[in-house]
């Protein structure tokens, strides 16, 4: 970022935005037998039922982020949540041992921990997923 563009800009906006922008360079793609590897097929099903619900209400996408370098973080699973027109996920939803957290990207918030992936989906958009056949 240019230096005239810095001036009047608070410090911590341009090094989280640095940060950010380092984060895309990561980015790192899966083929698609490979994405969401951690789910069971049942909670895959969810989720993409999930999706095909929540997009009415402007989630744009859902992308398995575990693989990912993850500073410090011993999750079993990373779904990045996207909002339409946004280019960084806007939700983080996180899985440990049995237990599922949302963060929130805006403003930093994390959820109590819950029992189910769809209770995690729930807290991001309250939806009634589409059934995905077997």
Partial sequence: ????????RPRLACVMETDMKLAQAEATYQLAGQTFGTLSVSQRRYLLG???AARAGGIDAVEDLTSRSWPRCDADTVIGVFESDHLLATWLIVGQAGAWAVA???????SAPVPTLADAL????PVAPVLIPS
């Fill in 1 to 8: 970022m240019p230096r005239e563009e810095l001036v009047g």
């Fill in 50 to 52: 999930w999706h095909d």
């Fill in 104 to 110: 929130c990207c805006r403003d930093g918030t994390v």
């Fill in 122 to 125: 729930q807290i991001v958009r």
